[in-house]
């Protein structure tokens, strides 16, 4: 079992950035991928970015450029370091880690939220 706990979310002006975390407890020996994630109203669950050792860093077309995801391994702890923000980037943003023998679709955070004012 692994525990997920976000934070640095808030409120920003267009153009400003925060950084997001996501500090993982409990069972965190085989973490294979970790990702963040971001629903906002009415919308569906997306994908923002991932990264693992395998395929290193994936980034939704939408954030290239302007996010960065990250990882401390010593501390257990994944970023999201956001610039450039815009309004569409209003959601909230989930953490996600896979395990190579936990559930197919990992654990997840309680999510934090993220609003980006015009």
């Known amino acids: 079992q692994v525990r997920l706990v976000e934070s640095g979310g808030g409120l920003v002006q267009a153009g400003g950035s925060l950084r997001l975390s996501c500090a993982a407890s409990?069972?965190?020996?085989?973490?294979?991928?970790l990702g963040w994630y971001r629903q906002a109203p009415g919308k569906q669950r997306e994908l923002v970015a991932t990264?693992?050792?395998?395929?290193?860093?994936n980034y939704a077309d939408s954030v290239k450029g302007r996010f960065t995801i990250s990882r401390d391994n010593a501390k257990n702890i994944l970023y999201l370091q956001m610039n450039s923000l815009k309004p569409e980037d209003t959601a909230v943003y989930y953490c996600?880690?896979?395990?190579?023998?936990?559930?197919?679709?990992?654990?997840w955070g309680q999510g934090t939220q993220v609003t980006v004012s015009s």
């Open positions: 990264i693992s050792g395998r395929f290193g860093t």
């Open positions: 996600n880690v896979k395990t190579s023998n936990g559930p197919y679709s990992g654990y």
């Open positions: 409990g069972t965190t020996f085989g973490i294979n991928a």
